[in-house]
């Protein structure tokens, strides 16, 4: 079985400061894991993935996330927030060698003040 | 390529009417999702297929029936929408489980 939490349905952020979005996911094999971020009247759009090989991924518009197993975690972060990274933003797992279905965080809304 | 596409964008039934909505994908994947997404509920899966000819039911089911005829299409039907299924529906495909999704658009519907 696999899950994942996302800490805080929103985090307010100043124009130029770090962003920082929480996800913790449990699984039983070794995890897929991906970011995905929604603007307003939008589909989602992945914005980085782990699989496998450098825990450190690089993703769209500066992000990055860091897969740290033993904390089993895959946090988003960004360095400095822009105003138009104001949007909704999903973690997702899956797990490795098997047919499961992606399971979706329920989202943290990132909002940005100038 | 257009990707993942919806049909329709928004939709307004009354309660007990029935209506299909149609996703397609020009992409070649094998897997298509349907989703509800709601306000401090995340998404939701109603339905997945791992093929064309296959479905299969997913967290929310009830209320809803797909089908899968060609590879390219996903079709989700409301035979009798209630207001409980008032919110934004999205289609996404992809490669297999361990893929990125590729969402659509949404569509948004509303039942009074």
């Known amino acids: 079985a696999q899950s994942v939490t996302q800490l805080g349905s929103h985090v307010s952020v100043s124009e130029g400061a770090l962003v920082l979005l929480r996800c913790n996911y449990s699984s039983s094999v070794p995890p897929y894991l991906f970011w995905y971020v929604q603007y307003p009247n939008q589909g989602l759009q992945l914005l980085l993935k782990y699989t496998t090989g450098a825990t450190l991924v690089k993703g769209i518009n500066g992000f990055e996330a860091e897969f740290k197993k033993s904390e089993t975690s895959f946090h988003l972060t960004k360095p400095s927030a822009h105003m138009s990274d104001a949007a909704e933003y999903f973690c997702?797992?899956?797990?490795?060698?098997?047919?499961?279905?992606?399971?979706f965080g329920r989202g943290t809304s990132l909002i940005v003040h100038p | 390529n257009a990707g993942v596409t919806q049909t329709p964008k928004f939709r307004v039934l009354k309660t007990g009417q029935s209506m299909t909505l149609l996703c397609a994908q020009d992409?070649?994947?094998?897997?298509m999702y349907w989703y509800r997404q709601d306000p401090g509920m995340g998404l939701r899966l109603i339905h997945y297929s791992v093929g064309e000819g296959t479905t299969a039911k997913g967290e929310v089911p009830d209320g809803y029936n797909v089908s899968r005829l060609k590879k390219q299409n996903f079709l989700l039907g409301l035979e009798s929408a209630a207001p409980s299924q008032t919110s934004v529906y999205f289609c996404?495909?992809?490669?297999?489980?361990?893929?990125?999704?590729?969402f659509g658009p949404g569509t948004r519907l509303t039942v009074t």
């Open positions: 992409m070649n994947h094998e897997y």
């Open positions: 997702a797992v899956n797990l490795s060698g098997g047919s499961y279905i992606p399971t």
């Open positions: 996404a495909s992809s490669y297999g489980t361990v893929y990125e999704q590729y």
